[in-house]
Nanobody, 127 residues
């Protein structure tokens, strides 16, 4: 059983930055890849970014490319999401999720491949 705990959310002005953290209870084959999803009010949850802990391959949804950076620290069992130049449309609850798979472009945003989810951390971008 993999447990995930997100932190780092909060209120930030447009153009500002936040770094989200995802603490993973155990880096095993069950948590081979870690992804960030988000759910804005009244909208469906969407994939944001994903990283394969073994080979470092990363994925980003189009709307965050060039602004968000996902990274990992295997020694600390941590995955981070650095979010820069935040926009009001980035407002959402952000979740990290773990899968035993090595996602590819056609599968990375499928929620059913992720076996474990955190409780989420809220991000509000507003002036």
């Amino acid at each position: 059983q993999v447990q995930l705990v997100e932190s780092g959310g909060g209120l930030v002005q447009p153009g500002g930055s936040l770094r989200l953290s995802c603490a993973v209870s155990d880096f095993t084959s069950d948590s081979r890849s870690i992804a960030w999803f988000r759910q804005a009010p009244g909208k469906e949850r969407e994939g944001v970014s994903c990283i394969n802990r073994e080979d470092g391959r990363t994925f980003y949804t189009y709307s965050v490319r060039g602004r968000f950076t996902i990274s990992k620290d295997n020694a600390k069992n941590m995955v981070y999401l650095q979010m820069n130049n935040l926009k009001p449309e980035d407002t959402a609850v952000y979740y990290c999720a773990a899968t035993r798979l090595r996602p590819i472009t056609s599968t990375v945003w499928r929620e059913d491949i992720y076996d474990y989810w955190g409780q989420g951390t809220p991000v509000t971008v507003s002036s």
